[in-house]
């Protein structure tokens, strides 16, 4: 089971359209929230309670809760030591879940890989994708065993037919390199296709590459482009950087060096080196000191009250797109709109506060800010408030509300919601535990693209949920 992390990053893309969803009474007296703590902190000690008796009764499914509640410090003090007794007990019940934690914690904590090679083993032959797909990484790495990319092969199969997209990947790989098997390019791009259908932002990219390149099948720039941008849409930093470079050499697409920098932007902000290089040689050769007509009249309809006007002009100077970047004037202008109840510009405004970009850190007004887009029914938002409860950002973790602003990004279709949703039944976190109902939420999730949500579902339906 897999929480998502809040959505931080600015979108440089974001739709526009009326979002609809049933509405929620949001709790905001601090009397309301110290109560809220009081029974959340009590349901929680009678959850641990039930859990405890269960595991003791040799409730595989009870154990592996009370090691991930350990882990991840949910209703009790985080105690890894703690997390890995009950991740052993469900696996000797067979718990495929609590044998694939049980090797990361041999493998990341401990660092004994041939100890997480065992517990690997037995979590894939227990059925679990990830599982197989950790025991062929370390075939192919010959860490805990001696290198072998003719098990890894096998390995990453059983991952890849179970639609475990990095199972695809690492097999195409394979079949690239002539790792273990006859180099063959059109077996990589045939796991390559399948890996970025599955939404791999490097499976996506290595099939860019194979277009791109001529290797094994004809040079198609234009094949190469979508398969780029599907890996930069997948925040893929190499993806973005070679996009970048079909725009700036016009290849498959115009020439367009606006776009080409807009891409090797977003690649350094991924981390990519070559997309920070590329940044700054094209922004030394193309000057945006005077501001183009479609920035000025941004600024007019914004100066004359339209919301989305200055929302668009917000992510413009955020992103230094058509202008230089400045993160005070988009703040200014993300303000305006959001005074205007704009809710993407009260999302985007409370996530400069909550990473500090631009601006001094403030959890607090980040949550404010989160609180009011969410009110406007901005999925993402709510799902950040979420995280904010979960992972206790500036405030004490309150597991309920949590649930609550979960469930409202997942009423409005946000799959980071669905699953984290899913999740808290999943454990039973300020909730009781309902494996059925984390099931269906899971589901959704994957219905609306989130890989971990399908990841969560097949688990559970594995399991006889």
């Known amino acids: 089971m897999k929480f998502i992390k809040s959505v931080l990053p600015l979108p440089l893309f974001l739709a526009l359209g009326t ?12 009397n309301n929230t110290v109560k809220n703590d009081a029974v959340t902190n009590n349901e929680e000690a009678a959850n641990i309670a039930r859990l405890v008796q269960a595991c003791d009764s040799n409730d595989a499914t009870r154990c592996f809760a009370l090691g991930i509640k350990y882990a991840e410090g949910l209703g009790v003090k985080q105690d890894y030591s703690q997390a890995k007794n009950y991740y052993e007990k469900a696996c000797n019940l067979n718990h495929g879940n609590g044998c694939f934690q049980l090797a990361n914690v041999y493998y990341d904590v401990k660092h004994d890989y041939s100890q997480a090679k065992t517990f690997a083993e037995k979590a894939c032959n227990l059925n679990n994708i990830m599982g197989c797909y950790n025991l062929g990484l370390l075939y192919s790495k010959g860490e805990g065993v001696k290198q072998d990319y003719g098990k ?26 002539g790792q273990g098997v006859k180099q063959n390019y059109s077996k990589a791009k045939a796991y390559y296709e399948k890996s970025c259908n599955l939404n791999s932002g490097s499976g996506c990219f290595n099939l860019g590459n194979l277009y791109n390149n001529h290797q094994g099948i004809k040079r198609d720039y234009s094949k190469a482009k979508t398969n780029y941008e599907k890996a930069c849409n997948l925040d893929h ?47 030394e050769t193309t000057a945006d000191d005077n501001i183009p007509p479609e920035i ?86 709510c799902h950040n408030l979420g995280n904010v409860y979960l992972h206790g950002e500036g405030v004490i973790p309150d597991y309920s509300l949590a649930r ?46 989130s890989q971990e949500g399908c990841i969560n579902y097949r688990e559970l339906n594995a399991l006889g949920y």
């Open 19 to 30: 979002l609809a969803g049933c509405s929620i009474i949001f709790p905001s007296s601090h």
């Open 152 to 177: 890894a092969k096998t390995y990453y199969e059983k991952a890849c037919n179970k639609d475990f997209g990095d199972g695809c990947l690492n097999l195409g790989n394979l079949y690239y390199n």
């Open 237 to 283: 930093g190499d993806g973005c950087n070679n996009l970048g470079h079909l725009y700036a050499k016009g290849q498959g697409v115009g020439q367009n060096k606006t776009k080409a920098k807009e891409y090797f932007r977003k690649s350094c902000s991924l981390g990519s080196e070559m997309g920070c290089n590329n940044y700054r040689k094209l922004n």
């Open 296 to 381: 000025a009249q941004l600024v007019r309809y914004c100066n004359s009250g339209d919301a989305s006007s200055c929302f668009e002009l917000g992510i413009k100077y955020n992103e230094g797109k058509g202008v230089r970047q400045d993160y005070s004037k988009a703040r200014a202008v993300y303000e305006k709109a959001c005074s205007l109840n704009h809710g993407y510009a009260c999302h985007n405004l409370a996530v400069s506060y909550s990473t500090g970009q631009g601006i001094r850190q403030d959890y607090s007004k980040a949550r404010s800010l989160y609180e009011k887009a969410c009110k406007l029914n901005n999925s993402r938002a």
């Open 404 to 449: 609550i602003y979960f469930e409202k990004a997942c009423n409005l279709n946000e799959s980071g919601g669905c699953n984290n949703l899913g999740a808290l039944y999943d454990v039973g976190a300020g909730i009781r535990q309902n494996k059925t109902a984390a099931k269906w939420y899971y589901e959704k999730a994957c219905g609306l693209g």
